[in-house]
């Protein structure tokens, strides 16, 4: 029996090796808008420049996957998460986010920050995007509950401090992923007690966006 349970340890440490592998993979995949793949892929929202590779800042396509994913699986929380970041005095870039996120993400996978969340989720590439998930809504809500309201100007510190608030919830190896079930996604048992989960239903004040499910490219 011991030797079952360290052998189970021993693949999931190798196949926490070949995610990030497979992580690093698509982070140095660049995106290319001659490749009718990527942009069939490409969320047209929050970009800063004409060409969207300027802003992927080194995380290649891991951080369109990334967005990709969340529209995807999480409609609501993502739709709102955009919401929210049209507000008109609170406002942020939804893709600049979203690629500091993933940033976020895969040095923690290097890290080996998130060993016991993949020990007990697995290994394959949907339990990293779901951490991607968790991370976006977690910080949507963080953003838009902070006292005094935060504006872009101080988007780096007020980052700087969510990333150590995640840091140290990894490190008490607390649940971070988010329910598949997405009909309730502002509901305290999808956001496991989590008291950023939901800002508010609506974020009020905001400037008019395009729905973020809508954007999305399968």
Same mark, same amino acid.
């Given at each position: 029996?011991?030797?079952?349970?360290?052998?189970?340890?021993? !693949?999931?440490?190798?196949?926490?090796?070949?995610?990030?592998?497979?992580?690093?993979?698509?982070?140095?995949?660049k995106?290319?808008?001659?490749?009718?793949?990527?942009?069939?892929?490409?969320?047209?929202?929050?970009?800063?420049?004409?060409?969207?590779?300027?802003d992927?800042?080194?995380?290649?396509?891991?951080?369109?996957?990334?967005?990709?994913?969340?529209?995807?699986?999480?409609?609501?929380s993502?739709?709102?998460?955009?919401?929210?970041?049209?507000?008109?005095?609170?406002?942020?870039?939804?893709?600049?986010?979203?690629?500091?996120?993933?940033?976020?993400?895969?040095?923690?996978?290097?890290?080996?920050?998130?060993?016991?969340?993949?020990?007990?989720?697995?290994?394959?590439?949907?339990?990293?995007?779901?951490?991607?998930?968790?991370?976006?809504?977690?910080?949507?809500?963080?953003?838009?509950?902070?006292?005094?309201?935060?504006?872009?100007?101080?988007?780096?510190?007020?980052?700087? !401090?969510?990333?150590?608030?995640?840091?140290?919830?990894?490190?008490?190896?607390?649940?971070?992923?988010?329910?598949? !079930?997405?009909?309730?996604?502002?509901?305290?048992?999808?956001?496991?007690?989590?008291?950023?989960?939901?800002?508010?239903?609506?974020?009020?004040?905001?400037?008019?966006?395009?729905?973020?499910?809508?954007?999305?490219?399968?």
């Amino acid at each position: 029996r011991a030797a079952k349970k360290l052998q189970y340890a021993l !693949d999931r440490i190798a196949s926490t090796h070949q995610l990030a592998r497979e992580i690093n993979q698509r982070v140095h995949t660049k995106y290319d808008s001659t490749n009718p793949t990527h942009e069939r892929k490409l969320l047209l929202i929050g970009f800063q420049g004409k060409d969207p590779a300027t802003d992927f800042r080194g995380m290649g396509m891991l951080g369109l996957d990334d967005l990709v994913y969340y529209a995807k699986y999480y409609p609501l929380s993502s739709k709102h998460a955009l919401e929210c970041s049209h507000h008109e005095a609170q406002w942020y870039s939804f893709a600049i986010v979203g690629i500091n996120i993933t940033a976020f993400a895969v040095q923690a996978l290097r890290t080996r920050q998130l060993q016991h969340y993949l020990f007990l989720n697995g290994t394959d590439r949907s339990v990293y995007h779901e951490l991607y998930c968790y991370l976006f809504h977690r910080f949507n809500g963080y953003w838009m509950t902070l006292e005094p309201k935060p504006t872009i100007m101080e988007f780096e510190r007020v980052f700087a !401090d969510f990333k150590n608030m995640m840091e140290r919830q990894l490190m008490k190896r607390k649940l971070m992923m988010l329910r598949q !079930d997405t009909k309730d996604i502002f509901g305290a048992t999808e956001n496991n007690g989590d008291e950023y989960g939901h800002a508010a239903s609506t974020c009020e004040k905001r400037k008019s966006g395009p729905s973020l499910a809508q954007r999305a490219m399968a």
